[in-house]
């Protein structure tokens, strides 16, 4: 660490001849005088998040305008509008060597096929310590660390915020679903926890709490009475959350779509697309800003179906069809991660991520460094959304 000390006269000297200029005060708070403030906001608006951070220094008006409200939700806005993937990332759950998270790129995973995945901080992390991720929403990414520690974690800011415990106990029969969304009315993030226990002959008993953002408290609302949610995390659309659920222990061909609305806290259902007839298996996603169902029939094909207007049944549309490639689809778990604007799907089938064009039926391989076994990934999009109440 450097020492002050006192100036020698010779350094008194060269520094008054150096320094005879004052810098005006209006050009030492401001880098652009002459610039209207709304040109400047415009153009903040449209930088990475991480330009940002580092311009929070560079002035006290800067400081004060990148931590506005309004400036974080414009700058949110357009990120979603840009369609050339610079602020959306991939964020993946690995298991080997170790638990951990890593996160790379999508515009280098739709455009080259590669990246190199990068080592991400976040709280609790540790070599055991299990991490689940549960969703993400406005780059605000929900984690279960150990199925019992609960975040909301902003990757890109490196903010986190531990939510207090929910009451809910873990015990022998029973498991543990989570969700995370946006409540659009209140501008509030909740984070939804179902507590199931299973009971001899099929039976089932829930308890359902919600947590908010604002208040930083558990609420208990009603319980989950449409089946046995199947999904592993709640899907996020339109101020909902929305499971596929059963109502047959250990059935997945006859399921519904049970949505919760983070505003009134009423569940509904979805109606589901006509998928065919014969046997197939089905998951639930979110695809473009819509509901999306993917119906896997085995050894022949899978079929996308999305609702291209929320909650209007006759608007399932099926987007087309990816034929079965041996030894490409056999693995049971799939997931639909995102439509690029030429229309390739981003899909993750077992521990592989692969990218299909639907058009020709073709697959490419996607090479990700530094990446070894993993289980899960999610895409969230860079954003300075704070996970603290100061919202």
């Known amino acids: 660490m450097e020492i002050e000390r006192d100036p020698t006269h010779q350094e008194t000297k060269r520094t008054n001849k150096t320094h005879q200029t004052p810098i005006p005060s209006q050009q030492a708070s401001d880098p652009f005088p002459d610039l209207p403030h709304e040109i400047i906001t415009e153009i903040l608006a449209r930088l990475p998040v991480k330009s940002l951070l580092q311009f929070r220094s560079v002035c006290k008006s800067w400081l004060s305008l990148i931590s506005n409200p309004h400036f974080v939700k414009s700058h949110l806005s357009l990120a979603y509008k840009s369609d050339d993937y610079t ?15 890593k996160s790379c790129t999508l515009g280098s995973i739709l455009n080259d096929q590669s990246d190199t995945a990068v080592d991400l901080d976040y709280p609790l992390r540790a070599p055991h310590n299990s991490v689940w991720i549960v969703g993400s929403c406005n780059g605000l990414v929900c984690i279960a660390i150990e199925e ?18 929910s009451g809910v106990r873990m015990r022998y029969g029973c498991f543990i679903i989570y969700g995370f969304g946006y409540d659009l009315c209140s501008d509030d993030y909740k984070v939804v926890v179902i507590f199931c226990v299973l009971r001899s002959g099929g039976s ?7 947590y908010s953002l604002r208040t930083d408290t558990w609420r208990r609302i009603g319980d989950f009475c449409h089946g046995i949610p199947l999904n592993d995390s709640g899907r996020y659309l339109s101020g909902s959350l929305h499971w596929s659920a059963s109502g047959v222990q250990g059935s997945s061909y006859s399921w519904d779509i049970v949505s919760l609305d983070l505003a009134n806290e009423v569940y509904g259902k979805v109606v589901l697309p006509n998928c065919g007839e014969g046997r197939f298996d089905s998951t639930l996603e979110i695809l473009r800003g819509c509901l999306c169902v993917l119906c896997n029939f085995p050894g022949t094909r899978s079929d996308i179906w999305v609702m291209k207007e929320y909650g209007q049944t ?78």
């Open 87 to 101: 602020h959306r990332r991939l964020v993946l759950s690995c298991v080997r060597p170790h638990f951990d998270l």
């Open 204 to 210: 089932y008993e829930t308890e359902v709490k919600v």
């Open 148 to 165: 019992d520690a609960v975040f909301l974690w902003n990757p890109t800011t490196r903010k986190s915020n531990r939510l207090p415990d």
């Open 314 to 391: 006759e608007s399932w549309t099926k987007l087309f069809s990816i034929p079965h490639i041996t030894n490409l689809w056999d693995y049971e778990h799939s997931t639909l991660l995102y439509l690029s604007r030429n229309g390739e799907v981003l899909l993750q089938l077992g521990p592989q991520l692969v990218l299909c064009n639907p058009r020709d039926g073709t697959f490419k391989n996607i090479v990700i460094h530094n990446l070894l076994a993993w289980l899960e990934a999610h895409i969230y999009v860079e954003s300075l959304v704070s996970p603290n109440t100061e919202m």
